[in-house]
């Protein structure tokens, strides 16, 4: 009985070791690590490396989606020592699944091809001119003998916007003024419309004298439009569309993102940098004129940035065509490089580096940790400075993420955000400066 109990003990040890031994094989582990799901664009060729001495059978619940090792077929027979050639051919969703004797499920794996994307970097400087929808509320004052705030006393908050007075809309501040002015000479209140949260509701103003000035007023601080300077992160040329900023406009005393009412970009000049060192990020000081000719429209306002209508190719850019974008899954920690300004309108490349990447299923901004490491751009700016939010980040040829956030106590070192965030709101993929321009009334 010794015997045979020690026989087992030797046995159990010997399976334990080759245990261990095929899990520390490369073979094993290249295995382990397949994806239960891959994503490509159409028309690209994937290799899957899993070198085990055997063969295998793929099979495919749709092969006009994909075909493996040049076949059409829903099932074939693989030698899995050679890698397994995938081409996407339509865009759609197929399961790819390994068997061994063509019984034994080893992977199964939902490959989702999705249409091809191409876009052209971009890395200039911009000024953006946005226009909110309506006009944001962004304080009370108070005006009168009562010392009161009439648009407070209709509970009109700080962050709503109004989009319509006397049965008008509401576009600017000029408006505002013009039916304050002829409710309270007409001694009258005025139906206000408010936006708050997205949603509508209706309020009554009444306008009181103000006698010291003797105008009429509402008690609030309103703006409606904002203005700052970015960095263009890709444009694509067939259909007209745009991202840029990296990420979102927000109102400047209310912290709350601005709603878009309409707005343009133009292209600005840096005149200087300020740069950055340990709790001050430093900033790119740039120019643009009223007179400046308009690159295209703001439809959109994101957390990923500004989006819109192309109406003219920015000039000054490195890359005179489209090239291949990489989804979060392909960038990899190392060597990369922006596209940015930081004189003039020239825009250049410089090296960093992605010392982190961050999985991500839903989109965020923070997706990945960079660090400048090119010496030219340290010396001018330090690293990462405001201003250069947008700047295009490329990896192994392709368009993989954007500049979004600067560290605080480590200016060489910031956040970006993927590509396909920015590229889905810009609708090309299915599946910052000082705000200024503050008025009373």
Known sequence: MGHRKRGKQWVGLILVILMILVGCSTPFRQFMALPSEMRVFSGNLKELHLSLPTTATVTLTDPNVLSVNGKNKNSLD?????????????????????????????????????????????????????????????????????????????????GDYIVEMDGEPIHGVQEVARLVKGAGDQNRSIPTVIKRGGKKRKVMLYPTKDSTKQTYG???????????????????????????LGHVISDVDTGKPIRVGGGKIVQSEVTSIQKGQTGDPGEKR??????????????????????????????????KRAIPVGLAEEVKEGPAEILTVVDGKKVERYNIEIVHRINQKFPATKG??????????????????????????????????????????????????????????????????????????
């Open 218 to 244: 509402i008690g609030l601080y309103v703006r409606d439009s904002a203005a700052g300077v970015g960095t263009l992160t890709f444009y694509d040329p067939q259909k007209k569309r745009y991202g840029a």
């Open 368 to 441: 990945m940790i960079i660090k400048v490491t090119d010496p030219r751009l340290l010396n001018k700016s330090g690293g990462i400075v405001q201003g250069m939010s947008g700047s295009p980040i490329l990896q192994d040829g392709k368009l993989v993420g954007a500049v979004t956030h600067v560290f605080v106590n480590d200016p060489t070192s910031g956040y970006g955000t993927y590509i396909e965030w920015m590229l889905k709101d810009a609708g090309l993929l299915k599946t910052a400066g000082s705000f200024t321009r503050c008025f009373l009334f």
């Open 78 to 158: 693989v030698d899995l020592s050679h890698p397994l050639t995938l081409l996407s051919k339509h865009w759609g969703q197929t399961q790819l699944t390994l068997s061994l004797f063509g019984k034994l499920p080893l992977k199964k794996m939902n490959v989702k091809v999705l249409p091809d994307v191409k876009v052209i970097p971009g890395g200039q400087s911009l000024g953006v001119k946005l226009k909110s929808e309506g006009v944001l509320v962004v304080g009370h004052h108070k005006v009168g003998a009562n010392q009161e705030s009439p648009g407070a006393k209709a509970d009109i908050r700080v």
């Open 286 to 319: 740039a120019i643009f004129f009223r007179n400046s000719a308009i690159l295209g429209s703001i439809s959109k306002n994101t957390q990923f940035g500004v989006f819109g209508t192309l109406k003219a190719p920015p000039k000054s850019g490195v890359y």
